[in-house]
């Protein structure tokens, strides 16, 4: 810890951290819970955040921080509000959490009687015996170990429990505390200004945006004398931060299921692994192994499997709750987890489908051929989830945006009951994943499957119905970054961007979603009525290729062009499945079933990285693996190429998988682990 007295000192000693770390600055006067603190100091999803008297900076924000010490210090605030001489700053403490590889310490270098002098219930942290003499960027430091370390240097008073909570080993990292002497007012009473405050607004003026987590009843003050300290002291005592802490590691909206069956025991596995130093990322990871494993389990095609697999799905699922519960309980978020967050919940339920049918086949009686129902599944699953996401992106920044149903919506959310309800009707990922390993358990895959499928179009048929109705009595006005988005989803190729160059440009209301929909039902109806082997549906993917253009020829900003990217999945998943079908070729769904895979993962990756702000992948790769009015043509000239051949077809479906899955895989886990990858993080409770 470093000791400051003025804002030269405090300049000189945030030098000392490499610009490439995050620093954080800490009133020494400071009383609060350590996870109001570590809420300020430990988040990494945003590039400054503050509570009363702690501020963390990350390091694209630091040269804003440097010009906020300089503005504070030339505006510093006079005794008895502008009279008199210049205060001397309120004290400050700061903490450099480093990311280089190695082990550190905190190290105690301010003013003797520093913690007496500003009222603290601890003393500073003393050195370890085996520190380095000065404090530096060295090494690591987790979440708790940062806010524990920062707590104790500032003399934080602690909730019943709170020192409990994390390790209990020494910290890595540095801490530094950067402080002065208090400035008393007129009447000889310690002034609670604080200059950390000053900072977090002086960032604010400079355009960075200061995140300031919601508290709550957890405690963060800078108290303005001894009885306010005490009072203070009181408040924090009165709240247990440790059960807040369990409390906000569960999202705050959520379904029934995972409400009620998983969060009041996954809750206590996220801290158990806080505990013994697991990360999300591995709980995440064991999460999709044990998936794999229960698709294993019913690949068997056994009764015995079908139970275990049915366990197992579950257990998986309280591994996906607890990785989500652990990341915001110790506030460990990384571009890494985002991307397996994003991803593995969608493998871990599309690689049991194929579990399920590969059981279907090995079962007793002849085996049952249940590729087509699973992969109906996983397109109607994935058409979903894109009416979900197309809905949310056209208009969560949207402006006069209020529809009648969307009051009675509010009204019905009053009703506690009605709440549950509408959260179970959708089928979200608890209700679905437990509904399947039942049904798996207990019966057939055919009959597992027949039930998701009925329940899923049920589901999609409410919230889309739902979502039109508000579509059409709302009057959002809807904005660029919006229209966007929503072309961006449509992942539109070279035949659809040929033709929407060629098409008028001007905007109007339905054209967009009624050429979209006309194109899907040309090529479904027409691949359908067909078969397999004709050049209809060539034909048909070429007027498909053509609506497709048209729809996104201008900007996408009518009251139901958030359709138009589910409209094209539909389209492009159903040819698919319809072909696959009528081949009767041995292989031929499960080939498919990869394909529709391999584009699918496509696709959610888009939508997360929409989510995170940074926009889709890069329109070179969307080209080069044709958009999905060119893979349309492809498998339709495919289907009537190559009909004759025996195997063909298969053939053709398996080597277009996997170069779509290699082009697609490369160029996400690039993304994904470079340091311009968001760290995004589904905090919204949406069913999945």
Known sequence: MRTATDAAAVTAQLATVPADERVALVDPRFVGHVHALRLALTDPRFPAAAVRGALSVQPEARTALARAVTATAATARTPGHGSGAPAAPAPLSAAGTGTAPGTGAVTAVGTPGQAARTGATEAAAEPDPNAHATAGAVGTAAPDRVADAAGRASGEAYAPGGTGSGSRTRPSGTATALGAADAPTADGVTDAHSSVDDLAAALDAEGVTVHRPELGVLVADVPADAEARAAACDAVAAVDDERVRLRSAVKARDGFFTTYCISPYSRYIARWCARRGLTPNQVTTASLLTALIAAACAATGTRPGFVSAGVLLIASFVLDCTDGQLARYSLQYSTLGAWLDATFDRAKEYAYYAGLALGAARAGGGGDDVWALALGAMVLQTCRHVVDFAFNEANHDATGNTSPTAALSGRLDSVGWTVWVR??????????????????????????????????????????????????????????????????????????????????????????????????????????????????????????????????????????????????????????????????????????????????????????????????????????????????????????????????????????????????????????????????????GEPA
């Not at 994943?433 to 329940?455: C, D, E, H, K, S």
């Not at 060119?630 to 009909?643: D, I, K, N």
């Open 423 to 684: 959260r179970m009707i959708v089928l979200p990922i608890g209700e679905r994943w437990a509904m399947i390993a039942v049904l798996t358990a207990l019966t057939t895959p055919r009959i597992t499957f027949y039930v998701l499928l009925i329940g899923c179009a049920l589901a999609a048929c409410y919230t889309t119905a739902g979502r039109v109705l508000r579509s059409l009595t709302r009057r959002a006005k809807r904005t660029d970054r919006a229209a966007h988005a929503l072309a961006e989803l449509a992942d539109s190729g070279p035949l659809a961007e040929l033709v929407a160059k060629a098409a008028p440009r001007k905007a109007s209301s339905y054209l967009a979603p009624l050429s979209a929909a006309l194109g899907a039902a040309a090529v479904l109806v027409g691949t359908a009525a067909a078969g397999f082997g004709s050049w209809v549906p060539v034909g048909c993917a070429v007027l498909y290729a053509v609506l497709a253009g048209v729809a996104v020829a201008a900007p996408l900003k009518g009251p139901l062009d958030w359709l138009v990217p589910p409209l094209f999945r539909a389209a492009e998943y159903g040819t698919i499945l319809i072909l696959a079908a009528y081949a009767e070729v041995n292989g031929a769904l499960p080939a498919a079933f990869g394909l529709v895979a391999a584009v699918a993962y496509h696709h959610y990756d888009t939508v997360y990285r929409i989510r995170g702000g940074t926009g889709a992948p890069p329109r070179r790769l969307v080209r080069a693996i044709g958009g999905h009015e060119g893979r349309t043509v492809a498998v339709t000239a495919a289907a009537a190429l190559l009909h004759h051949q025996n195997q063909g077809f298969t053939i053709a479906l398996t080597a277009l998988a996997a170069v779509l899955a290699l082009a697609v895989l490369i160029e996400s886990i690039r993304f994904w682990v470079s340091s311009g990858a968001p760290a995004v993080h589904d905090e919204t």
